[in-house]
């Protein structure tokens, strides 16, 4: 029985690997609004009701495609506990890696063409997770009154590391994701310090 739970479990995982492709395939092929159920299931040759067996719309399927991607980071922990100073988090590189494979996926998500409900949703999601981190992981700075409030800081500091995304995704990714993952803590580190350069 656990031989067979394990086949079943493979089948899940290659069906949902087939949706998820035909998703990223579709969405830049068409756009995500244009995109429809039955071309996600045509394309990736499963029938109607296998798709709906594992999500409930195309939205759905978008959803929890984003939410795969975002466990590489959570694994990562963003910036490890005890790191120094300067040593790149393999979580991030991890993802970049991922966004890598699907550069016209990301693009249509990032460009300044971008389809609006994708870019929003990507950002939502980007923003919710940096925050939700360093809200656990500075509490402290939440209470303090002579800085920003931490929504108003990571909100800002997400979306510019979307819009760089976006940046380096149309400069047919000029950099390796390791190269670009210290640029982004470069352009961080410069904002933070142009942030406390205000205050004095």
Same mark, same amino acid.
């Given at each position: 029985?656990?031989k067979l739970?394990g086949?079943?479990?493979l089948?899940?995982r ?6 998820q492709?035909?998703?990223?395939e ?8 244009a995109?429809t159920?039955r071309d996600i299931t ?6 109607r009701?296998t798709?709906?067996?594992h999500?409930?719309d195309k ?5 929890q495609?984003l939410?795969e991607?975002y466990?590489?980071?959570e ?17 991030i590189?991890?993802? &970049?890696?991922q966004?890598?494979q699907? +550069? %016209?996926f990301?693009?249509?998500? #990032?460009?300044?063409?971008?389809d /609006?409900?994708l870019?929003?949703r990507f950002r939502?999601?980007t923003?919710?997770?940096v925050?939700?981190y360093?809200h656990?992981? &500075?509490?402290e700075?939440?209470?303090d +009154? %002579?800085?920003?409030p931490?929504? #108003?800081?990571?909100?800002?500091? /997400? ?11 149309e400069?047919?990714r ?5 190269? &670009?993952?210290?640029?982004?803590r470069?352009?961080s ?12």
């Amino acid at each position: 029985m656990q031989k067979l739970d394990g086949v079943e479990d493979l089948r899940v995982r290659r069906t949902r690997k087939l949706l998820q492709q035909a998703l990223i395939e579709g969405t830049v092929e068409k756009g995500f609004a244009a995109l429809t159920v039955r071309d996600i299931t045509r394309r990736a040759m499963v029938n109607r009701s296998t798709f709906y067996r594992h999500y409930l719309d195309k939205y759905d399927l978008l959803e929890q495609h984003l939410n795969e991607i975002y466990e590489v980071l959570e694994e990562g922990r963003f910036i490890g506990e005890g790191r120094h100073e300067g040593i790149i988090d393999e979580g991030i590189i991890e993802l &970049f890696k991922q966004i890598q494979q699907f +550069p %016209d996926f990301y693009r249509v998500m #990032l460009s300044a063409q971008a389809d /609006a409900f994708l870019s929003q949703r990507f950002r939502q999601q980007t923003q919710q997770r940096v925050l939700a981190y360093f809200h656990q992981t &500075f509490p402290e700075a939440a209470s303090d +009154p %002579d800085t920003p409030p931490l929504d #108003l800081k990571f909100t800002t500091v /997400a979306s510019a590391g979307c819009s760089a995304l976006g940046w380096w995704l149309e400069q047919e990714r000029p950099s390796t994701p390791e190269q &670009f993952v210290h640029w982004l803590r470069q352009l961080s580190y410069d904002i933070s310090v142009s942030t406390l350069k205000l205050k004095q």
